[in-house]
């Protein structure tokens, strides 16, 4: 973002005096957190209600947002936690506390097994429970940079740009790793005070401008997510726009240290989804996720906890969705080579749109992570094309979001969800590999416009072993084999030559059931093998 006047800081400092933020986040140094200490969250009782008036707890636009959603003015999880009771729980150990989560009503603070014991016994807390680790969010590189377009192609940009929809009068959050670099970024050039709205670092409050202070390598992070959501070079016919919503409003948070760290931040990325929920801000796009990674084995995450409710992070996108009305768009996670595989949390939230990752034929990319078996509803639900991470496939989705509701302001987070989910290519045949495919720009409009769109993929039940369909020329098809109704056990891709038309003879793989066959821009088949 090359900010030609920069007045930078003094109107950020402005913007934050206009608000009330009913957390706090105290700046710790991370290399004196004590080697015998945990991060807990510790969680409350009650809260003190006395005197509550919700047009303090919130910004005229949160209200503006809710009304719109009609959603409860006044929420109980807008309440701040009872200072008295935070008062208690520092005087009782050495530390003090980190973050205070109104939505969670609790505190994250580092305690030893002693002080762990003695807070736990203390009248007005229900329980504890330890933090845990991130994943690592893949690095971008320079090929990263020169095939976006393929995604924005996948997701019929061209039509957004012909309805003139570019994200304006949407403001998107963004929690990442950090912003280091955006004002050098080519593709960021447009971005000034009146688009960044707000940003700050809740790692380290004492970093006021994430775009030119950086701690680690992984603080560029963030700053192509953000030229992947609204990103475009500033030529005369704006040829090489790379993000869907070049005219959107952002807040800022980094939430993430990087890789030197080895306790989460997930307290961060709550506060941080509190702040920007006060700010009235309603879609958010975050490319971390939570799993394993402890130096303490016992502590890391278990695959069965990823079941949408479990994990702290996962129960606040529940609440954002329910009852903030706000859309989260989170990467569906890179873990689908090693051993863990599954959707990551907060993706595994049913009210999280989780993004996987395709390659340019539509594929599943192998790094991908997929849905776990264990729970009833689709993860990932979309994906999109992304050369080297799921970081780069939700920003290109979370565009596309903003554009939507540039069309329909009136929308609600759940019509926006289903309007991307319905729009896709495999719908409504999803799968634990793509979730229910690429969105696809004319479906979603037409979705908005109350109009009904044709399922182009025709359900056959096949009695033998293999199952003939032509293939003309220069056209592709894809294939997921399943064991199930869901669950995909191979896939596979084929394309004709440019001049020639093919008979395609598909042969049933061991232990498949189902089989969905794409075509792009045509349709295809939903195979009940019997």
């Known amino acids: 973002m090359n900010i030609r006047n920069y007045p930078f800081l003094a109107a950020l400092s402005f913007v934050f005096m206009q608000f009330i933020f009913i957390f706090s986040v105290s700046a710790q140094n991370f290399s004196s957190i004590p080697s015998d200490k945990t991060k807990y969250w510790v969680f409350f009782s009650q809260k003190d209600t006395t005197d509550y008036d919700y047009t303090f707890a919130v910004s005229a636009k949160t209200i503006e947002n809710r009304k719109l959603q009609k959603l409860p003015l006044r929420q109980y999880s807008d309440i701040s936690v009872s200072e008295k009771f935070v008062q208690k729980v520092e005087n009782s150990v050495t530390d003090k506390s980190i973050v205070k989560s109104k939505w969670l009503n609790a505190i994250s603070i580092y305690l030893n097994e002693e002080e762990a014991i003695r ?268 050369l080297t991470g799921t970081s780069f496939s939700a920003p290109n989705i979370t565009g596309f979001a903003a554009c939507l509701w540039q069309k329909s302001p009136k929308a609600t987070n759940k019509e926006i969800f289903e309007a991307i989910e319905k729009s896709a290519s495999l719908y409504p045949f999803g799968n634990n590999f793509i979730g229910y495919g690429i969105p696809k720009a004319s479906n979603a409009i037409k979705i908005l416009d109350g109009k009904k769109i044709k399922t182009t993929i025709k359900e056959v039940e096949e009695k033998g072993n293999s199952f003939k369909f032509d293939l003309k020329a220069g056209e592709r098809y894809v294939v997921f084999h399943k064991q199930d109704k869901r669950i995909v056990v191979e896939q596979d891709s084929e394309k004709a030559a440019s001049r020639k038309d093919i008979k395609i003879t598909l042969k049933r793989p061991k232990d498949t059931n189902f089989s969905t066959i794409y075509i792009d821009g045509v349709g295809g088949f939903e195979i009940e093998w019997k």
């Not at 007005?124 to 680790?133: D, E, I, N, R």
């Not at 040829?239 to 959107?248: L, T």
């Not at 506060?271 to 975050?286: F, P, Q």
């Not at 907060?346 to 997929?370: C, E, H, R």
Request: aromatic letters at 10%.
């Open 119 to 386: 807070v736990q016994n203390l009248p007005f807390v229900t329980h504890l429970q330890a933090l845990t680790t991130k994943w690592k969010p893949l690095s971008y590189s320079k090929i990263q940079k020169r095939k976006m377009g393929k995604a924005m192609e996948q997701l019929e940009l061209s039509i957004l740009k012909k309805e003139n929809l570019t994200g304006k009068g949407v403001t998107i959050g963004v929690i990442d790793a950090g912003f280091y670099g955006s004002d050098k970024s080519n593709y960021l050039k447009h971005l000034d005070t009146s688009r960044v709205l707000g940003m700050r670092d809740f790692v380290n409050p004492k970093q006021k401008d994430l775009f030119r202070e950086k701690e680690t390598s992984d603080d560029s992070h963030g700053a192509t997510v953000l030229e992947m959501i609204g990103g475009y070079n500033d030529d005369k016919d704006n040829s090489n726009q790379v993000g869907a919503a070049s005219e959107a409003q952002f807040y800022l948070a980094r939430t993430d240290h990087g890789v030197t760290e080895t306790r989460s931040e997930e307290d961060f990325w709550v506060a941080a989804m509190e702040w920007m929920d006060s700010s009235g801000v309603k879609l958010i796009n975050t490319s971390l996720g939570y799993s394993v990674g402890f130096d303490d084995k016992k502590e890391d995450y278990d695959t069965k906890q990823m079941d949408g409710k479990t994990s702290v992070v996962s129960k606040a996108v529940n609440m954002a969705f329910n009852e903030k009305g706000i859309l989260i768009v989170v990467s569906a996670g890179n873990e689908g080579w090693d051993k863990w595989k599954i959707v990551s949390t907060p993706g595994d939230s049913p009210f999280a749109l989780s993004i996987g990752a395709t390659n340019g034929a539509g594929l599943k990319m192998g790094y991908s992570s997929i849905g776990a078996d264990f729970v009833e509803f689709l993860k990932p639900n979309v994906a999109c094309y992304s």
